[in-house]
């Protein structure tokens, strides 16, 4: 038998077995689309519920460090009883770690994603110490104004934050790198209005009371003595008094004490060789040894409070900076007190910088009308570049020399706080002397410790973030 195939039938055996092919083939492509897509959205689902849970979290977190901040609980819940937040919810607790630390933890749910976040808080007191220059303006003066300036090099610059009782106004090439803010009102500046910041309470100190080293009692033992090189005929203690680092009413002085209304003791130690270098830096400056440290006679008299009922001057007439030394490099961290002014005409150095500290506050005598006041410039020669201080005038800080031969520019390494105002109007003529506040944080921070500073009446503790990171979910 013989079976005959008609051509055309083989084509369409073949065009036939090609198509179903290809419909096989397009069937496994469709299918294997919808896979992938079903898994794309499966994962942009996941990635989607994940991104919104560390939301949440952060949303969480955020509210408890709030209500902490404003002296609240923070309101974050638990596990049984989480709080609701957009479309999901959180919970977590909160641990005081007893080292000046709170811990906050916070788990954010959306969907079926979890996340946790972690945040470690500081607490730091209210100080007179975290604003580079406060003026309080306890007088309640409407018009005061504290002003910066000038142009170019010669512009001001303050690197903190600022605060005025009263207004602030800032023209030509003056910088404020830092919170600007005033009860008053804002000119040439952005920041806040409006806003009162606390005093610190020295009456609540009593350091007439509480204090370390009575300097002016310590002097009622003192003797007459002439030195060349420092200057004059003073009275002056024993190296090994704790008190020996000041000099009483120098007789080569006498154009300046004979202005004031107390006795006056001069921040100058003769038991150390003077230096006359004009170079400004700490190695230049004549050494203020502290009794008892680094192989110096006498007890400690280091990390002390140092109450001088009368006034206290860094001046002199040889001399261009001091700077506080010992020979084994110990930091030093003192505070002196002042019932009268602080005159400051030479500049003020640490030898370790990093570690050591001086506080220097002027209060007020009620029967001395100018008093608690911190007046810095030299009175003749203008040569006061540079402090490194913490400084606090219950009433006003002055510039005692702004003139054609007055300094040029004076940089403080620390802070400026008067308890009313800081009056320094720093043009004379076309002549603008630069001031440059560079805001030391250290106290603020809690990094240096210093004796007997003075509190904040009726202010709370303040928190800063000082971690913040992704947790492990339990």
């Given at each position: 038998m013989k079976i005959h195939i008609n051509r055309n039938q083989r084509r369409r055996g073949g065009a036939l077995l090609i198509a179903l092919i290809a419909t096989m083939v397009c069937a496994g492509l469709a299918a294997a689309l919808m896979s992938v897509g079903t898994a794309a959205k499966n994962e942009h689902a996941a990635a989607t519920g994940r991104l919104q849970a560390l939301y949440v979290a952060e949303a969480g977190l955020s509210a408890g460090i709030d209500a902490v901040r404003n002296g609240a609980p923070a309101p974050l819940g638990d596990a049984l009883n989480p709080i609701p937040f957009s479309n999901g919810d959180y919970?977590?607790?909160?641990?005081?770690?007893?080292?000046?630390?709170?811990?906050?933890?916070?788990?954010?749910?959306?969907?079926?994603?979890?996340?946790?976040?972690?945040?470690?808080?500081?607490?730091?007191?209210?100080?007179?110490?975290?604003?580079?220059?406060?003026?309080?303006?306890?007088s309640g003066d409407p018009n005061y104004n504290m002003k910066f300036g000038g142009v170019g090099v010669q512009g001001d610059r303050v690197n903190g934050n600022v605060y005025s009782g009263g207004n602030?106004?800032?023209?030509?090439?003056?910088?404020?790198?830092?919170?600007?803010?005033?009860?008053g009102a804002l000119s040439g500046t952005p920041g806040e209005s409006g806003v009162t910041q606390p005093i610190p309470d020295l009456a609540g100190m009593n350091y007439p009371v509480n204090h370390n080293v009575n300097v002016a009692a310590a002097f009622a033992s003192a003797t007459l003595r002439s030195s060349s090189s420092y200057g004059g005929s003073a009275w002056q203690l024993p190296e090994s008094n704790p008190a020996h680092i000041f000099r009483k009413n120098p007789s080569d002085r006498a154009s300046n004490t004979s202005t004031t209304a107390k006795d006056d003791y001069f921040l100058e130690d003769v038991y150390e060789p003077i230096s006359t270098?004009?170079?400004?830096?700490?190695?230049?400056?004549?050494?203020?040894?502290?009794?008892?440290?680094?192989?110096?006679?006498?007890?400690?008299?280091?990390?002390?409070v140092y109450y001088i009922d009368g006034n206290l001057w860094i001046h002199n007439r040889s001399a261009y900076s001091f700077t506080l030394w010992n020979a084994s490099g110990t930091p030093v961290k003192v505070t002196f007190v002042v019932r009268g002014n602080i005159y400051i005409s030479d500049n003020i150095f640490y030898q370790d910088p990093a570690r050591s500290g001086l506080a220097l506050i002027a209060m007020k005598d009620s029967a001395v009308t100018d008093s608690g006041n911190i007046y810095f410039g030299d009175p003749v020669f203008g040569t006061l570049e540079y402090m490194s201080a913490f400084m606090y005038a219950e009433n006003n800080f002055y510039d005692s020399n702004l003139s054609a031969t007055g300094s040029a520019r004076v940089t403080v390494k620390g802070n400026m706080t008067a308890g009313n105002q800081v009056k320094i109007n720093r043009d004379f003529g076309s002549q603008h002397s630069k001031l440059t506040v560079d805001f030391d944080s250290r106290v603020w921070d809690g990094d240096l410790t210093l004796p007997g500073l003075p509190t904040i009446t009726g202010a709370g503790p303040t928190f800063a973030v000082a971690s913040w990171r992704e947790v492990p979910v339990p």
């Open positions: 919970w977590g607790t909160t641990v005081d770690n007893g080292d000046d630390t709170l811990t906050l933890t916070v788990f954010g749910r959306s969907r079926n994603d979890t996340r946790g976040l972690e945040a470690v808080l500081l607490r730091r007191s209210e100080s007179i110490y975290s604003n580079a220059l406060f003026a309080g303006n306890t602030i106004t800032r023209v030509g090439d003056a910088q404020l790198n830092g919170s600007v803010r005033a009860r270098s004009s170079a400004v830096n700490a190695a230049a400056g004549a050494h203020i040894t502290i009794s008892g440290v680094g192989g110096e006679p006498g007890p400690n008299g280091n990390d002390l």
